[in-house]
């Protein structure tokens, strides 16, 4: 077991985040279409799926999983008032609509069988 300590989980990431334009240029490179046919194709098969989440319906990614919008239900709170203990008072926060992913199986497990190297271990701690 390891004594360090962890970075927390938004710090936590394996590799960078690839840029929108890296992504169109592979596939570009993968399917022999051009830049900007597949930049269309790209941002118009993404405003439809904006479309339909917004509209609160689910979207399944083939291969990949769902996203869908859940409402997340109001809950009760205490302000506490900072440094003024005489101040609580009971707050309502309103009910949201917010995104949810669940992945497909077949990706979870993908995922599951890549080997976890030291580096990956390393990255996640702090070093000290």
Known sequence: MDKRKLKPTHLRKAKPIKPHAEIVKQVSRNTGYTKNDVE?????????????????????????????????????GVNMGGSNVDTYEKMVTPPTWRMTFKEAESLRNEVKEVVVTKRDLDNIYYNE
């Open 40 to 76: 269309e194709v790209i941002e118009e098969y993404l405003r439809t799926v904006k479309e339909q989440l917004v509209d609160r319906s689910p979207v399944r990614f083939k291969g990949i999983g769902i996203i869908y919008a859940m409402v997340k239900p109001a809950k009760c």
